[in-house]
């Protein structure tokens, strides 16, 4: 597993500092990258996406124990690093994309899609702050294969990502993840635990797929879509916010009345809504 002078080492080959823009800030504590890939239970012929993995430190753990991993690098220089070690290292289980994570900041690059296939795989990172959110939330609704996520995340998005209806911090991305799966946090990080030190807490977090709920990608984009319409007036009324979307009657389901609002519903029956909601005002 690398050391912080060897962390320090390969930026000096790509010949840079960190850089913040990219939200370069390099997770050093071995014990806690330990504990990331043991709680994802990375077994040798697991396939493993990795997105931004800098140096590699994460990268060489996961390759230890056996992966088949495609990782995604957006910095060019740390890329040809990448290609330069692990890629000579490890030229069979190793598969690196040079290139941001996402097109046109919703899609998965079609570059991982290829590399990935349709076996079934896990999401295993430190995820660059700036691109977490949109990168779960379309692996969640769009690609069933990605059976789960094991990440280092902000604090507070992991507290977004798991938090209860009625809170201040209960929304779009709440939803989604609880309704397509299990949501848990698996460790919380200080800022001493990466170079450079971040601004903010972080924490890793585990999401784990509903095998119920592995199908039909198409309905779980419409729900994202609708889902995310219906919490940009939250404090509103439901019969009010529907209208203003529909402009028709729906089928109103059971356990929801006109004058709740949408952050007071659980998940289930924000899908339920959404459903109602699709049924009669986006099918043909």
Known sequence: MQTLSEIRALLERAGHPPKKALGQNFLTDHNMIRKLVDDAAVNPGDRVLEVGPGT?????ELLDRGANLIACELDGALAQVLHETLGQEHPDRFTL?????LEKKRAINPEILDALGQAPFKLIANLPYHAATPLML?????HPNCTGMHITIQHEVVQRFGAKPGTKEY????????QLGSV??????????????????????????DPDHA???????AFAEI?????QSRRKQLAGVVNKMCKKE???????STTDRIDALSPDRVEALCRAIHKICYTP
């Open 215 to 221: 199908n039909d990608p198409q309905w779980w984009a």
């Open 171 to 178: 929304g779009t991305i709440s939803v989604i993840a609880q």
């Open 184 to 209: 848990g946090t698996i460790a919380k990080l200080p800022p001493g635990c990466f170079w450079p030190q971040p601004g903010v807490s972080s924490a890793m977090m585990r999401w784990v797929r």
């Open 227 to 231: 889902t995310q319409q219906l919490f």
């Open 138 to 142: 379309a692996l969640m609704t769009r």
């Open 56 to 60: 590699g430190a994460l990268s060489v």
């Open 97 to 101: 994309i040079e290139g941001d994570c």
């Open 250 to 256: 729906i089928d109103w389901p059971s356990g929801i």
